[in-house]
């Protein structure tokens, strides 16, 4: 049977498959489900997608994702603020913050040094980041970005700006992921697990 | 669908986007096929084994199949261990990237050259051993223009064509070449480092930087080389 993919229920089915991982089958069935069985399901998806897409902006301190000026991480007073956790992406502000080994703040580049992109300092906020820096609260940030060429070019530079400010800078260990097996895992994750070893 | 399957070919990656949700599109230069579009399915799939593999400024060997057009698919990629054991680190990272973007503008898709993987490979080395980076660029630069056929003219006078002489004083045409000038602004000995490619004092680095950033833009016909402002930026911060 071929779909009529006209009118509006073909627009809504174009439409959803903007979202990550969802073709046209996987949107036609989001769409007649949202349509016949969960209408108020469907309204409420809509309202608070159009009340976020209005309201959320980056945080005024760390550049993540929030609805408000300072987001909750930034304004909960029960964090160690002079802890920072430099990220690439709000998804790792989560990841960390799931892993709950950090009890400080964080900041949020959204995205990495890309000189071919013509992604540089600017862009990743690193202007907010130097003058949070030199107020002198901050006392250590914790380089947390990709283990990418480019994530590393990144954390390179940080520490360089955290050098000038009297700031020190530490970068995530890399290495042997837990359960990993050795023989399994290729070289230049071996080389960085022996290069960054540490006495027991 | 093709027949033609590539193995173990020495490469380097130059360039990467995302693609799809857990594939990655690559731009990498190959020492026998030229320059060539990689897709790298899976690659970032949280368990993929390629991931860190396909890094830039690393010597690979990939072995590829035919894909659709000028798309091939990357089924392996290895490092090659015969280098680069100590990565790329601070200016002479950025200098890098400013590499790979002249040879993604400068060769074109599928064109082999191999003697430019071979000035490639030999810049990467030296930029990793410490060189001094401005006058690795430089020679990269004048060196990957010849090699594509954008040689340049500066050992005689446009005009009198005799001999350019160290201690005279010439002007720049990226068209014309060296024309002698009372009042031109490139010292001889700067001509003469550029054509040696030995560079031995500041001030002719700096006129040979000024000369190559005139020829590039002369031969990019417009387009703006993005990671030169961005590396300007970076290094500022520095």
Redesign the interface.
């Known amino acids: 049977m071929v779909m009529d993919k006209k009118g509006l229920l073909g627009q809504l089915i174009q439409d959803l498959c903007y979202l990550p991982g969802v073709g046209p089958k996987s949107a036609q069935r989001m769409a007649f489900y949202l349509l016949q069985r969960n209408r108020d399901g469907a309204k409420r998806l809509a309202e608070t997608l159009l009340e976020s897409l209005n309201k959320v902006t980056r945080c005024k301190s760390c550049r993540n994702l929030t609805d408000q000026m300072i987001c909750s991480i930034c304004s909960n007073q029960g964090r160690d603020h002079s802890v920072v956790c430099i990220v690439e992406t709000p998804a790792d502000v989560w990841a960390v913050d799931q892993a709950s080994v950090f009890g400080g703040v964080f900041f949020v580049l959204h995205g990495h040094l890309s000189p071919l992109d013509g992604i540089g300092p600017d862009e990743l906020g690193l202007d907010l980041l130097e003058q949070r820096l030199e107020n002198k609260e901050i006392k250590e940030i914790i380089l947390a970005t990709n283990s990418t060429v480019e994530g590393e070019a990144t954390a390179q530079l940080i520490s360089e700006i955290a050098k000038r400010s009297h700031v020190r800078a530490s970068r995530i260990a890399h290495g042997v992921p837990m359960g990993g097996e050795l023989e399994y895992i290729d070289s230049s994750t071996l080389t960085h697990a022996f290069k960054g070893r540490k006495p027991i | 669908m093709s027949e033609r399957l590539v193995s173990l070919q020495p490469g380097f990656l130059i ?1 990467h986007w995302p693609y799809g ?1 857990t594939s990655l599109l690559a731009d990498v230069l190959t020492r026998d096929f030229g320059r060539i579009s990689l897709l790298a399915r899976g690659l970032r799939k949280p368990k993929s ?1 390629l991931a ?2 396909l ?4 010597p690979l060997l990939l072995s590829y199949g035919a894909g659709r057009g000028e798309l091939h698919y990357l089924s392996h990629a290895e ?1 090659q ?1 015969s280098a680069f054991d100590s ?1 790329l ?2 200016k002479a ?2 200098c890098g ?2 590499i ?2 002249l040879i ?1 503008h400068f060769l074109h898709q599928s064109d082999p050259h191999p003697e430019v993987f071979e000035l490639y490979q030999q810049s990467l080395m030296s930029l990793q051993n410490g060189a001094e980076v401005e006058s690795c660029l430089r020679c990269f630069e004048v060196n990957l223009l010849e090699l594509v056929g954008y040689g340049l003219d500066i050992r005689y006078d446009s005009q009198t064509h005799q001999l350019v002489e160290a201690d005279r004083k010439y002007h720049f045409s990226v068209e014309q070449g060296p024309r002698e000038s009372v009042y031109g602004e490139i010292n001889g000995t700067t001509l003469h480092a550029l054509h040696s490619r030995q560079f031995k004092d500041k001030e002719s680095l700096l006129q040979a930087k000024k000369i190559m950033r005139m020829v590039i833009d002369f031969h990019l016909q417009g387009k703006l080389l ?2 030169r ?3 300007a ?2 290094i ?3």
Request: net charge positive.
């Open positions: 360039r949700e084994k860190g593999v890094m830039p400024f690393v490092h261990h990565p680190q601070g990272l950025f990237f400013y790979n973007e993604t993005k990671s402002e961005t590396i930026k970076i500022k911060h520095m």
